[in-house]
Nanobody
Framework: QVQPVESGGGLVQAGGSLRLSCAAS????????MGWYRQAPGKERELVAK???????TYADSAKGRFTISRDNAKNTVYLQMNSMKPDDTGVYYC??????????WGQGTQVTVSS
């Protein structure tokens, strides 16, 4: 069973940067896409960015030009570098790993708070 584990959340001022990491343990060779989703208070969970095993990336419009997703397949780890952060980036960030055996598996989430 694949289990994503996030790290790197915290409090940052507007304009600052944070880097999130997500390591997926278990049947790592079954993982295809890994991504980051955000859930703001009172809102639904939404895609921030995702990356395929081959390195193809997809970003939400709100993340384009500010966030960068990258992946280390050897470590089965995905990173989200967030720059020029805004208060609207506040929320719980969840890592998702799509496994061909188990479907989409979620991490426990990490809180990101951007103060104005």
């Amino acid at each position: 069973q694949v289990q994503p584990v996030e790290s790197g959340g915290g409090l940052v001022q507007a304009g600052g940067s944070l880097r999130l990491s997500c390591a997926a343990s278990g049947s790592i060779f079954s993982i295809t896409v890994m991504g980051w989703y955000r859930q703001a208070p009172g809102k639904e969970r939404e895609l921030v960015a995702k990356i395929t095993r081959g390195g193809r990336t997809t970003y939400a419009d709100s993340a384009k030009g500010r966030f960068t997703i990258s992946r280390d397949n050897a470590k089965n780890t995905v990173y989200l570098q967030m720059n020029s952060m805004k208060p609207d980036d506040t929320g719980v960030y969840y890592c998702a790993a799509d496994s061909i055996n188990s479907g989409r598996l979620w991490g426990q989430g990490t809180q990101v708070t951007v103060s104005s």
